[in-house]
């Protein structure tokens, strides 16, 4: 059983900046993802195991960044020049099987979610 622990989300103003952080209990395959009201949850930035490769949505690139520091087993997700759209739950997940790094039906543990509020 993976535990994750989420940390580091709040209320912000439009091009504030926040940084979330996710402890594992362990080294994997790691991703975020976010979910706002009536939405469906989606895929945010995604990293390996080593760190040695990252993704992201469209919608966060340039603005985000993802890395992880192995020593304390976190993966983080710097967010900068927030918009009010980018106002959701956000939640870590690790995938240990799948290569698919987009799909949240390829993560096989998720962390308890922490909200993310951009006042315009």
């Known amino acids: 059983q993976v535990q994750l622990v989420e940390s580091g989300g709040g209320l912000v103003q439009a091009g504030g900046s926040l940084r979330l952080s996710c402890v594992a209990s362990?080294?994997?395959?790691a991703g975020w993802f976010r979910q706002a009201p009536g939405k469906e949850r989606e895929f945010v930035a995604a990293?390996?195991?080593?760190?040695?490769?990252?993704y992201y949505a469209d919608s966060v690139k340039g603005r985000f960044t993802i890395s992880r520091d192995n020593a304390k087993n976190t993966v983080y997700l710097q967010m900068n020049s927030l918009k009010p759209e980018d106002t959701a739950v956000y939640y870590c997940?690790?995938?240990?099987?799948?290569?698919?790094?987009?799909?949240?039906?390829?993560?096989?543990?998720w962390g308890q979610g922490t909200q993310v509020t951009v006042s315009s």
């Open positions: 362990g080294r994997y395959n």
């Open positions: 990293i390996s195991w080593s760190g040695g490769s990252t």
């Open positions: 997940a690790v995938r240990i099987y799948s290569s698919n790094y987009y799909s949240p039906a390829s993560y096989d543990y």
